[in-house]
């Protein structure tokens, strides 16, 4: 078992009176909350501690956190009237409005410019005016009118800023409070560079506006990427076998038979880089060739070099294909708990990915899914279908979900690859009736009044 990030996290003087202490034996946490706790504002500050979202964080009634992280050379700890600074920037709230960043992101994006620098070499700042109403005049005023006003931030505050930085390093927190959103339909396309190609940004994971069409999206992104790595490969390939053989670089001694892709393998590569007629037409050659032993022969040497080579590239998609697979399977097991009647199913020969009526064949829309089965497949996207690891709090993971699907969801979570640790704060018995067991239990909560903390 893997030593936790976070080893425990201290609210002292919530809401006035409250102090309020979690602390993680493990890389899973289950809190058991009555209503009135104050479990929500305790995540949320949890969230905005750990991603230096000072905006989000002062807007918090407390006296001061304090946060043990494993690497951190000593507890981190912040005063609620060191960031008070922070406290009202109206055009940065109104900024963030425009794009799926946090205002302590635009913040940032906005202190990296120096004076005279265009904002469009910025991601998020270029992402903003897209999709904003103002001209480049009145977006540069704005940004200027921003950079002058931001607020000056205390020694201690920076110093615990770059310690979460540096330990968390490009951990992802993956934060879904009660209100997930899993129907937000599709963005609409920003006003400007409408019809110029999509190029690939880090998806912000503070998950209340993720919804099933970023799942779409995602999807179809990644099975676009395969298809033009597959592609490009083949050219890359093709192209190079002239300049090797005449290099005098193809050595038959140094290919060996077990290193040419299968039939079926070469039959999925060639349905995404050919036409119809020519891929049935070379994989029935290949296949006889392959089952009459004749690939083996001197005269197909350069052929089996090129073989050879496209092996890897197979490999390599298959790499990038078995999470969007993983994926689906882990949707299945949920989809077939509930009953027989739908299927997530990857057509690998297509590129998609649909979920199937089993009895009629039919395709069923996403958006047609009960409440329960969004969750899942928004929740499991994030884990197989975005790269990098990631700490995952959850606010109330038995939302819509059967008693069956609450026994087992957070066992799935923390065994998914890319979470590396879990917080997730319950009304529910269900959620922890599996082998998080040893991990459930209340939150400390103890209470006193100001004047007698002082």
């Known amino acids: 078992m893997t030593t936790p ?102 913040r940032e994006a906005i202190s990296r410019l120096d004076e005279g620098d265009s904002f469009s070499e910025d991601a998020i700042l270029h992402e903003i005016y897209a999709n904003s109403p103002y001209d480049m005049s009145e977006f540069n005023e704005l940004v200027s009118s921003v950079r002058k006003s931001m607020p000056s931030v205390s020694k201690r505050v920076i110093d615990v800023s770059d310690q979460l930085g540096a330990v968390l390093g490009s951990t992802e927190l993956l934060y879904l409070p009660t209100y997930r959103r899993v129907e937000l339909p599709a963005a609409k396309p920003a006003r400007r560079f409408a019809n110029r190609p999509k190029t690939r940004q880090p998806v912000p994971v503070d998950s209340v506006r993720y919804g099933l069409r970023d799942v779409q999206d995602r999807l179809a992104e990644i099975l676009s990427d395969i298809q033009r790595y597959s592609a490009s490969q083949y050219r890359t390939i093709s192209a190079s076998i002239i300049d090797d053989a005449l290099g005098g ?55 089996r070099y090129f073989l050879s080579k496209l092996n890897a590239v197979v490999d390599r998609t298959k790499q990038l294909e078995s999470n969007v697979e993983k994926f689906a399977e882990k949707v299945n097991v949920y989809l077939n708990m509930s009953s027989d009647e739908k299927t997530l199913t990857y057509d690998s020969n297509l590129m998609k990915v649909i979920v199937k009526n089993n009895f009629t064949g039919s395709e069923i829309d996403l958006d047609a899914l009960s409440s329960g089965e969004k969750q899942v497949i928004s929740l499991f996207s994030h884990l197989y279908l975005d790269p990098g690891k990631k700490i995952v709090l959850i606010d109330e993971p038995e939302l819509s979900l059967s008693i069956d699907w609450q026994k087992r969801l957070l066992t799935d979570v923390i065994s998914a690859p890319s979470c590396e640790q879990l917080l997730a704060i319950t009304h529910s018995p269900f959620i922890f009736e599996n082998e998080l067991d040893p991990f459930a239990g209340p939150i400390k909560i103890s209470r006193e009044l100001k004047q007698e903390r002082e």
């Open 249 to 303: 670089k193809i050595n038959p001694d140094l290919i060996k038979a077990n290193e040419l892709p299968d039939i079926e393998a070469l039959r999925l590569f060639f349905s995404r880089v050919e036409t119809e007629k020519s891929k049935t037409d070379r994989i029935e050659s290949l296949k006889n060739l392959y089952e009459t032993g004749a690939i083996q022969g001197s005269d197909q040497l350069v052929l």
């Open 5 to 106: 990030k976070i080893e425990s996290f201290k609210i002292f003087g919530l809401h006035g009176y409250k102090n309020v202490e979690i602390d993680f034996s493990g890389p899973a946490r289950i809190i058991i909350a009555e209503n009135g706790t104050g479990k929500t504002t305790i995540l949320s500050a949890l969230y905005a501690f750990l991603k230096r979202d000072f905006y989000r964080l002062v807007k918090i009634n407390f006296d001061r956190i304090e946060c043990i992280i494993n690497g951190a050379s000593e507890p981190l700890v912040v005063a609620r009237n060191e960031i008070q600074s922070f406290e009202s920037n109206s055009d940065l709230e109104n900024l963030s409005k425009y794009v799926n960043h946090s205002v302590a992101d635009i």
